[in-house]
């Protein structure tokens, strides 16, 4: 019997609608995705899939059937999550396999990027995002992307997968909301001064520190380091 079927047998013995929970239960323990009370979106959710399995009985679970490039679905998931956001996106979404590498690869990234979208759009500052996607050429451009939009990326290939799957989850850890980006160059007016001794200053409402510059100044500066609610940017002036 090989690990992947051991899964299967655990699932049934305790009590596991699928397979799918160990790697839902794997992805967090390595990422640290899942906290109580968190809000999560489950792209590509089933009745016998694996986001049944973790949400406790008393849980508030709304479900949205629909077509994720279609907008009113994205505005329906909108309604559902509310102006406070989401803590987490998870998308165990896949294509149907034709058994050509090439278009399920290209598939999978399509909705990969389907999810990423979700992603940028409903998770609060902070939030995190998990998404299955088909090892191939392409997935380390996408993989850069989600790098672009969170304050880091790591692919993470769980023990649960089927030995016949090409399946790896790339995760997402604290989505950047920032009005700006690493590398950006712009001038800004030093408000205050922080506990550290650097200058503070606020772009769009987002704070950046910067060394070196008193409250007062107006100094040009290129950001260097961002958080999900702040950053830091060097004087370049």
Do not use: C, W
């Not at 090989?2 to 299967?8: A, C, E, I, K, M």
């Not at 929970?21 to 009745?47: C, H, I, M, N």
């Not at 709304?62 to 803590?87: H, K, M, Q, Y």
């Amino acid at each position: 019997m090989t690990d992947r079927d051991d899964y299967y047998n655990r699932a049934k013995q305790e009590g596991y609608r699928a397979r799918s929970a160990y790697k839902l239960k794997q992805l967090d323990e390595a990422a640290g995705l899942l906290s109580r009370g968190d809000t999560v979106v489950d792209l590509g959710a089933a009745p016998d899939r694996q986001s049944i399995d973790p949400i406790e009985t008393d849980a508030r679970v709304d479900t949205v059937r629909g077509d994720l490039t279609d907008e009113d679905t994205l505005a329906a998931i909108r309604g559902v999550v509310g102006e406070r956001g989401a803590d987490l996106v998870i998308s165990d979404m896949a294509p149907n396999v034709s058994g050509t590498y090439e278009l399920d690869h290209a598939r999978s990234v399509h909705l990969a990027r389907r999810a990423l979208a979700v992603a940028e759009d409903v998770l609060t500052a902070g939030g995190d995002l998990a998404v299955k996607v088909f090892q191939g050429p392409d997935i380390d451009d996408f993989r850069d992307d989600v790098e672009d939009a969170f304050e880091y990326a790591r692919t993470i290939s769980p023990d649960a997968s089927r030995d016949s799957s090409s399946e790896v989850y790339v995760v997402g850890k604290g989505r950047l909301t920032a009005p700006v980006r690493v590398g950006d160059r712009l001038e800004v007016d030093v408000e205050d001064e922080g506990s550290e001794g650097d200058g503070v200053a606020t772009v769009e409402g987002f704070t950046l520190f910067v060394p070196d510059a008193e409250a007062g100044e107006t100094v040009s500066v290129e950001v260097t380091d961002l958080k999900p609610r702040y950053g830091f940017a060097e004087r370049i002036d």
